[in-house]
């Protein structure tokens, strides 16, 4: 891929504090793009900023659920780069508890964050996008076709993302395309600001892979960056599964 394309462009990322998002961040900025990480966590800023290490990187405080928060950071977005070339919507948030103790609220937050925030995002970076022709690229995961115990509202809310993608992509275009991307298990140990990982990889984790592994940020980041080329201008509507496999081998307990 010629990443010189991506010269003076302008990629917003959101949840791009730490982990999946940070990646993508770093890799837009390698292929000279310009980035926002668009955050809710103010704790983040240094910590995000310092590890990117660029002027074309800025950081805008955004709850991705409230959509005033949303319109102030595209309009911030225009008035610091001029144009917006790219959506990244990759904030998330987990509630896992068994489905008779999931409190109301939490459901709708979660839904709100990871499903809703994603269409404010496309709402009103939507003309902007137009203009540049640019692109739109949900975060999804394989939880939106397949499930563990006790992860009922994060996996309604990736399946939803899922919908809403080949939805956008069918209102926006031809001017706009609209992808989607379903990780499996990433270990984003290395973006994570020194935090201590919510996991430990063993051996028989990356055993378990078809592909030999567990994944990385950068297996979904390089993923997103071709989803935004030129390359990628025949792929539109489409979820891009990226889990080493896991979700086409069959189980059978021994």
């Known amino acids: 891929m010629n990443k010189e394309r991506f010269q003076n462009k302008t ?57 005033s928060s949303v319109q102030t950071m595209v309009q911030q ?83 939803g993302l899922t919908a809403l993608t080949h939805a956008l992509a069918i209102s926006l275009g031809p001017a706009v395309r609209v992808n989607c991307i379903s990780p499996g298990w990433i ?9 201590p990982a919510p996991w430990t990889i063993r051996p028989q984790d990356h055993a378990q892979h078809p592909a030999g592994r567990v994944g990385r940020p950068e297996d979904v980041a390089e993923m997103v960056l071709y989803l935004c080329s030129p390359a990628a201008e025949f792929i539109t509507g489409q979820n891009i599964v990226i889990d080493g496999g896991m979700t086409r081998k069959m189980i059978y307990l021994e």
């Open 11 to 67: 990629a917003i990322i959101t949840g791009g504090g730490r982990g999946i998002g940070l990646c993508i961040a770093k890799t837009f900025l390698e292929a000279g793009a310009r980035v926002v990480l668009a955050e809710t966590d103010m704790e983040l800023k240094p910590k995000a900023l310092g590890f990117l290490n660029s002027s074309a990187a800025a950081f805008f405080q955004t709850d991705v659920s409230d959509e």
């Open 77 to 159: 977005t225009a008035e610091r780069f001029g144009r917006i070339d790219f959506l990244v919507c990759n904030a998330a948030i987990v509630k896992n508890v068994p489905v008779s103790e999931l409190k109301y609220e939490d459901w709708r937050r979660v839904l709100d964050v990871n499903l809703s925030g994603a269409f404010l995002c496309a709402k009103h970076c939507a003309p902007l996008l137009g203009q540049s022709g640019g692109a739109i690229v949900n975060i999804a995961s394989t939880r939106a076709i397949m499930s563990e115990p006790n992860t009922e509202a994060y996996s309604a809310t990736k399946g």
């Open 187 to 195: 270990d984003t140990t290395a973006y994570l600001h020194g935090a």
